[in-house]
């Protein structure tokens, strides 16, 4: 058997839904893999799935100093027993506690992806607690990769002085271009359906997006707003107003989680992205291999995947003018709106095809392990 590697993230989600075939692949090619998170249904699935062996410990995604400092003590204690050549953590907390774990283990190659910073949205002592943990991320880390350059530069700015490594355009992820496609070309229809997927929470943007939409909906009655997602009343909820709004239009639907996500684009014609914050957020790249315009704010990821009035519109977060404008363009611009949703595929299936990220990770793989 060949280099063990320990890929790890706060909880199974994050590895289901990042390392898909990745893992596999690279037992394929001679490593040794290990998936490591908090147990949950999610890690099962992946060592199912991908064939590796996994390992749980349970990790809090939320500030808890003594749950954390009993993980990191099971950390270390794992991490001496496998003796992996590699740790490749993912999501802010398996982050610190995997790269403080891995060095006082003496595992020699210490990697940790930052998919996006909290930090930068944050203001008091939390944004100072945030700085110091992503600055201690880094200190024990021996490589750092930022999904794109604006987590970079924002690295780069506030937290570290490492060498930082983007690979490929930035997205960590990839793209299954054969997953991702419409069964059957769009057909012009009267009604105009906006789609948002993710998590129904404040930072998502998801006040000014329902507020601006009623706007539209009052003077536009053909719209339609799909919001397919959970969500997360203790973590980040949503305004009671917002709740209400949802409630009570009945041009929005919410359809909750889905395990397959496609049909719902296949209903739509523009997707809303109002997030405050990002890394490189999939839902747009999902998107635009789906024939969709996007409509994003100005964002780490989000601005590198869209082009202003080629493959969408660019708008200033936490602006609900702003986006009320936006959805009445596209919907002023019909063919416009058709015209960015065609050439979307075409800008993803260009820079983010899931073969070619893969290959930049694996070459990258091969770079660092001595």
């Not at 699935?45 to 099971?74: A, F, H, W, Y």
């Not at 880094?138 to 999904?147: S, Y």
């Not at 635009?288 to 409509?295: E, F, K, N, R, V």
């Not at 002023?332 to 930049?360: I, L, T, W």
Request: glycine share 8%; proline share 6%; net charge neutral.
């Amino acid at each position: 058997m060949g280099k063990k590697i320990v890929r790890a993230a706060t909880i199974g989600l994050s590895l289901n839904a990042f390392c898909r075939g990745l893992l596999r692949e690279l037992t394929e090619e001679g490593y040794e893999v290990v998936a490591l998170s908090s147990s949950d249904a999610d890690l099962r699935q992946v060592g199912e799935r991908e064939g590796v062996r996994t390992i749980g410990v349970p990790m809090e995604r939320r500030i808890s100093p003594l749950k954390d400092l009993v993980s990191l003590v099971r950390l270390i204690r794992v991490l001496r027993k496998e003796k992996p050549d590699m740790v490749h953590s993912m999501t802010p907390k398996a982050g610190l506690l995997c790269m403080m774990a891995a060095k006082m283990a003496g595992v020699p190659v210490r990697v940790h992806t930052f998919t996006g910073l909290v930090w930068p949205t944050s203001t008091g002592l939390i944004r100072q607690i945030l700085i110091w943990t992503d600055k201690l991320t880094c200190a024990c880390a021996t490589h750092v990769i930022p999904e794109g350059e604006g987590v970079k530069q924002d690295l780069q700015r506030c937290i570290t002085r490492k060498p930082l490594k983007v690979l490929g355009y930035g997205n960590v992820k990839g793209i299954d271009l054969q997953y991702w496609k419409r069964t059957a070309p769009a057909e012009p229809h009267e009604t105009v359906t906006f789609i948002f997927v993710g998590r129904l929470v404040r930072e998502k943007g998801i006040n000014e997006l329902v507020a601006a939409f009623v706007q539209l909906n009052k003077r536009y009655p053909q719209t339609r707003l799909l919001l397919v997602g959970p969500y997360e009343e203790k973590i980040d909820p949503l305004m009671p107003e917002t709740m209400r709004l949802i409630d009570e239009c009945e041009a929005i639907e919410a359809v909750g989680s889905q395990t397959d996500v496609r049909p719902f684009y296949e209903r739509s014609d523009v997707l809303v992205f109002p997030s405050y914050r990002e890394g490189f957020p999939n839902v747009v790249i999902e998107a635009g291999a789906m024939d969709l315009p996007s409509i994003v704010t100005d964002i780490n990821g989000a601005r590198e995947i869209i082009v202003n009035h080629e493959n969408g519109l660019i708008v200033p977060p936490r602006d609900e003018a702003a986006l009320y404008e936006a959805m009445e363009w596209m919907l002023n611009h019909p063919e416009e709106c058709q015209r960015m949703g065609q050439k979307s595929r075409k800008m993803v299936a260009d820079r983010y095809e899931q073969g070619f990220v893969r290959q930049c990770l694996k070459n990258y793989y091969k770079e660092i392990l001595p």
